[in-house]
């Protein structure tokens, strides 16, 4: 696999994704002089076409990562890591940090256009001898849908980019593949927290530790706080070709939009700021409530798709609606049959029809473009 990153020298990169409408008019020149930096741009600022928020990651903050994440997973250089994650996902780059620093190899596990297969995926394993590869949840959950079975020589598969499901993580760990869950984000060069290998042992789910290049703590209101070797130098934001930088750490300390709680060594992620609303005073968590949507609408149906959202009432501030891309009576039957399960506020009050739910490129759905469309303004 072509390697166009030198880990060594004092060479910068940006890595966009390139369907944004910016992506061809924002130029390394045009960014503040980092010798020796990679600028991707941050999860939640991939939907405008007039403004980005970049993330300054140097090379020894990635390699830093790569050394943890290293030991952790106990990776050597007979080792193989199969690549699905785009380059402008901190996924990819940091697993190429991971070989660099452990002389590993990586290999390519999309089809021939570049596309994510998890039937192409699999086979590609087998025939390269993959050891470890990293996946999003949505190709966890394409991997299960098809059946498929983990190759042999396939040692572990970190999980991340978003919270891994109890389900789907069982369902996985059922067709073999070894699971690992983790928290991290762009801002961290990837991982913080991973589940270990000896976890693997068993098919419970696991708890995510912290890496030791990482502090953690939180906050008054329950902020994840972070302070370690591999976090982010700072941002640039782009708006409307003009460009402004800021580091926003406090003497080290960077305090995210994620909620959770640090306990013994362990991180428990509890939701980001966005997953929590109030529905008439009554605090909903919107992370659990679609798990646990999810669980019940697969067992049921699964026929079409669908996302809980939280949706602008006058008297309640907030109540929950379902966006869906097929009504159906049967639909209206699951609805109901949820709604008996669940708190009186937490219940469905209405179900939207909307021709597709918009994605990233990693299958993430894109949150404010559905609230968008259902003009509930930009807030999932």
């Not at 994440?69 to 402008?88: A, E, M, S, Y």
């Not at 049959?337 to 506020?345: A, G």
Request: net charge positive.
């Amino acid at each position: 696999m072509e390697k166009i990153i030198d880990w060594e020298s004092s060479d910068s990169h940006l890595f966009l994704n390139p369907r944004h409408p910016l992506a061809r008019k924002i130029h390394l020149k045009k960014l503040p002089h980092m010798p020796g930096h990679i600028w991707l741009a941050t999860s939640g600022s991939t939907g405008s076409a007039n403004s980005l928020t970049l993330v300054a990651l140097s090379k020894e903050a990635f390699l830093a990562s790569a050394q943890a994440v290293n030991q952790h997973l106990d990776i050597g250089p007979k080792d193989i890591w199969v690549r699905v994650l785009p380059r402008f996902h901190v996924g990819a780059l940091s697993l190429e940090s991971r070989a660099f620093l452990s002389q590993s190899k990586v290999i390519e596990g999309l089809d021939d256009k570049n596309k994510w297969n998890p039937l192409i995926f699999n086979k590609k394993i087998m025939e390269s001898h993959g050891t470890h590869t990293s996946l999003v949840p949505t190709q966890v959950y394409d991997l299960v849908r098809s059946g498929s079975k983990a190759p042999k020589s396939l040692r572990a598969v970190v999980v991340g980019g978003d919270a891994l499901s109890k389900d789907l993580y069982r369902k996985g760990r059922q067709l073999g593949w070894n699971l690992l869950p983790t928290y991290g984000c762009t801002e961290c060069s990837s991982q913080v927290a991973t589940a270990s290998l000896s976890s693997l042992r068993s098919n419970l789910y696991p708890r995510l530790q912290v890496l030791p290049h990482f502090s953690c703590k939180t906050n008054a209101k329950g902020f994840l706080q972070f302070k370690g070797s591999a976090l982010f130098t700072g941002y640039a934001s782009w708006q409307e070709g003009k460009v402004k930088w800021n580091d926003p750490k406090i003497k080290g300390w960077w305090i995210s939009s994620d909620r959770g709680k640090i306990q013994n060594g362990y991180l428990n992620f509890l939701g980001r700021e966005e997953d929590f609303v109030k529905v008439g005073g009554e605090n909903v968590s919107l992370k659990n409530l679609r798990a646990l949507w999810m669980q019940f609408f697969e067992k049921k149906n699964g026929l079409c798709e669908t996302i809980l959202i939280a949706f602008p009432d006058g008297r309640l501030g907030k109540v929950i609606h379902l966006a869906t891309t097929k009504h159906s009576p049967l639909l209206t039957k699951l609805v109901d049959e949820f709604n008996q399960k669940v708190l009186p506020f937490e219940k469905i009050r209405k179900i939207h029809r909307i021709a597709s739910l918009p994605k990233t490129p990693l299958g993430k759905l894109k949150l404010a473009d559905i609230m968008s469309r259902l003009g509930g303004g930009n807030r999932p």
